[in-house]
């Protein structure tokens, strides 16, 4: 049975008794007391999960006592988060209405960075003022996000002014330095894939990303969780990417994948992907 959970910036929050371990008690106010009891509706006796983005730390607890404007409870475990290897998703710059529902969705599912490129057929940039005022709204989003996902960590977000720019500074190695280097390379070119609309540069047929994740994961025998394959997905902004953006994409050793013969909006092709590189990522 799935434990509620509350995502707090630091346990500073939550009045932990010293020492803070098991048998800590700890008191619950504001929006963390409106959760449990408004939104979960727990009573006294009942357990929850409290993850700490500081800490990074996983507390479970169950509650004493509820009054009218706290809650308090003990510590009965302390344990380390599961935390996904790192997916990436690369996206091409999109108007902030629709770059805001990308980063809740992405942040819910567990993507761990989401690199926002200066694309070739993206809208005008965003002025100093317009891209400051941004990041503190992606910001709330992205708390707002934890809060109800209850799962993971903020994703990072990081901004370049292009494609090539963007690969080059996530350090992905091109096909040339990969074939010239005798050392062995994590970047290999399973987990790199390049999301292409039915009508954008996609005159060969390409396979289905679902369906490469899934045969690739299925050929992998080894079952240790945490041996999991670094995934990194580019989809393009809303008029998609050009043709000099799929070039340097494959020329970084990116495959080209669909999600099928429908054309989907950049938010829900960005959430689809997202999603199956999270739950279908491949053992190693």
């Known amino acids: 049975m799935h434990t509620p959970r509350i995502i707090v910036d630091s346990l500073g929050e939550c009045a932990l008794s010293i020492p803070s371990g098991v048998g800590a008690t700890l008191v619950l106010s504001g929006a963390n ?9 727990l009573d006294r006796g ?15 607890a169950e509650i004493l006592a509820i009054t009218k404007e706290s809650a308090m409870a003990v510590v009965t475990a302390v344990r380390e988060p599961t935390v996904l290897r790192p997916s990436t998703v690369i996206m091409g710059e999109c108007r902030s209405g629709v770059l805001d529902e990308i980063v809740e969705h992405l942040t819910e599912i567990g993507t761990s960075h989401l690199a926002i490129f200066r694309g ?16 503190q709204r992606l910001n709330k989003i992205v708390m707002s ?10 994703p990072q977000i990081s901004y370049h002014l292009s494609l090539r720019n963007c690969l080059e500074s996530l350090a992905i190695k091109n096909e040339s330095e990969i074939s010239d280097s005798t050392a062995p390379c994590t970047n290999s070119p399973l987990g790199k894939y390049l999301l292409c609309a039915p009508h954008n540069n996609c005159e060969e047929e390409v396979p289905n990303l679902f369906d490469v994740l899934w045969s690739e994961r299925k050929q992998k025998h ?3 969780i945490s041996k999991l394959a670094d995934t ?3 989809v393009g902004p809303e ?33 689809i992907a997202a999603f199956l590189a999270v739950a279908l990522q491949v053992r190693v």
Do not use: C
């Not at 357990?47 to 479970?60: G, K, M, T």
């Not at 070739?120 to 891209?131: D, F, M, N, Q, V």
């Not at 996000?145 to 903020?154: D, I």
């Open 222 to 224: 080894i079952q240790d």
């Open 239 to 271: 008029a998609g990417t050009s043709e000099d953006e799929t070039s340097v994409a494959k020329e970084f050793g990116f495959t080209m994948v669909s999600l099928g013969p429908k054309t989907l909006r950049a938010q829900t092709a960005a959430t």
């Open 120 to 135: 070739e057929k993206s809208g005008p940039w965003s002025s100093k003022r317009e891209g400051r005022d941004r990041s």
């Open 232 to 234: 990194y997905v580019i």
């Open 46 to 60: 009942s357990s929850f999960e409290i993850l700490s983005l500081a800490e990074r730390v996983v507390l479970n």
């Open 145 to 154: 996000a934890l809060k109800q996902s209850g799962f993971g960590y903020p």
């Open 33 to 41: 007391y409106h959760h449990i009891v408004r939104v979960f509706r």
